[in-house]
């Protein structure tokens, strides 16, 4: 009876050391935490709308955000007019550390953005 309690106890003692060993390794392989940093305002263009016709404005921040963008009112004063949105949206994936851009024109067909990292139609 002395020899099979060895025996269930050195078992017991294997499957302890496995499991320790799995949440060892899985410890290690956890992505690295992402350390917030403080976003600073780089460069500013206010708008310029004034609400008659189009605007103009865009940013820049010190995480590599951006944006641009200008509107121009087409067909003013007729019942078909509307607006002509160019502009462009800039990333940083924090993950990758990948910058990613975005160039857009949104008008009277409606919404087309285009990237290297989009799938073109």
């Known amino acids: 009876m002395t020899e099979e309690i060895k025996e269930v106890v050195c078992i017991i003692q294997n499957d302890i050391i496995v499991v320790l060993a799995a949440l060892v390794a899985v410890a290690v392989a956890a992505p690295p935490a992402i350390v917030p940093q403080q976003i600073v305002l780089v460069k500013e263009v206010p708008s310029d709308n ?64 285009e990237g290297e990292h989009l799938p073109r139609v």
């Open 50 to 113: 004034v609400g008659l016709g189009g605007y103009t404005y865009g940013f820049q921040l010190s995480d590599g955000q951006a944006r641009e963008e200008t509107a121009e009112l087409v067909g003013g004063g007729t019942d078909d007019q509307f607006l002509r949105v160019r502009g462009s949206f800039s990333f940083v994936d924090p993950h990758t550390n990948v910058a990613y851009t975005v160039n857009y024109v949104a008008d009277e067909n409606g919404f087309h953005p």
